[in-house]
């Protein structure tokens, strides 16, 4: 059985229909899975790489968790400001790891235009930090991170107290941990820990385990110093603890 499958499509932008590939479910299962979920997979077909529908007809790129229509205004910002520039172009078939990462920045920019939500522009930037990871491009992946980091944390501050999201609190600290920014990462996995509505057993554990993680490395570092174990204030000390009651 072939990897990829063609499904049809109706552009929210432009309405013209046009099909694209997609990933057959069997073929999504990953072989290793970072810690903020990013997915390696055996064969050659990477499913990340279809995420995107980018429509040929007029360029228009979303993803299945983007907006159902446009409104009129919505349409016109997306031509006045992509659109019109728009050389046809079909990425409706195989893409390569180039093309992939075309389609989310055609995605990013079209999500921009038209105002999409910051929950569906965090993952597409969070989907290309990770396509820079696949290169290793380490300075435009950290630099992505940082983007969907600010749209995780936006995310957050509209619906995730009401929700007690605690995957969205997980990503964010461990984003912060990817970054480098340690003090950060352990306020939000102390959230999660520490919540005692939070009843979401796998974060609780991810929250602690990655907690784990930044001690032993902070711990590491301070036996490589010079022997000066003094910390400025706000830095996090490596014999902090976090509760273990959940």
Avoid at 33 to 59: A, E, I, L, M, S
Avoid at 101 to 109: N, R, V
Avoid at 151 to 164: C, F, K, Q, T, W
Avoid at 165 to 176: P, Q, T
Wanted: neutral net charge; contains cysteine.
């Amino acid at each position: 059985m072939e990897p990829l499958y063609q499904s049809k499509i109706e552009c929210i932008c432009c309405e013209s229909t046009y099909m694209t590939s997609r990933v057959r479910p069997s073929f999504k299962k990953a072989v290793k899975t970072d810690t903020d979920f990013c997915g390696y997979y055996k064969t050659d077909v990477n499913p990340d790489f279809y995420v995107v529908r980018v429509c040929p007809n007029c360029g228009f790129a979303s993803t299945e968790n983007g907006l159902e229509r446009l409104s009129d205004l919505q349409k016109k910002q997306y031509i006045d400001k992509i659109g019109a520039r728009w050389e046809k172009q079909d990425y409706c078939s195989e893409r390569d790891a180039q093309q992939a990462m075309t389609c989310y920045k055609l995605a990013l920019l079209s999500a921009q235009a038209v105002g999409e939500k910051d929950r569906v522009l965090a993952g597409i930037l969070h989907h290309i930090a990770w396509l820079y990871r696949y290169e290793a491009n380490q300075s435009e992946e950290k630099r992505f991170m940082r983007f969907a980091l600010q749209a995780y944390i936006r995310v957050y501050e509209v619906e995730g107290v009401s929700l007690n999201n605690a995957k969205l609190m997980y990503i964010i600290g461990e984003l912060n941990r990817r970054i480098g920014e340690l003090n950060d990462a352990v306020r939000w996995f102390s959230r999660v820990v520490n919540d005692k509505k939070i009843i979401d057993a796998a974060m609780i554990r991810a929250c602690r385990e990655q907690w784990q993680q930044i001690r032993e490395e902070m711990e590491a570092g301070r036996a490589s110093s010079s022997g000066d174990t003094s910390k400025p204030d706000g830095h996090v000390h490596a014999d902090t603890t976090i509760s273990s009651t959940a």
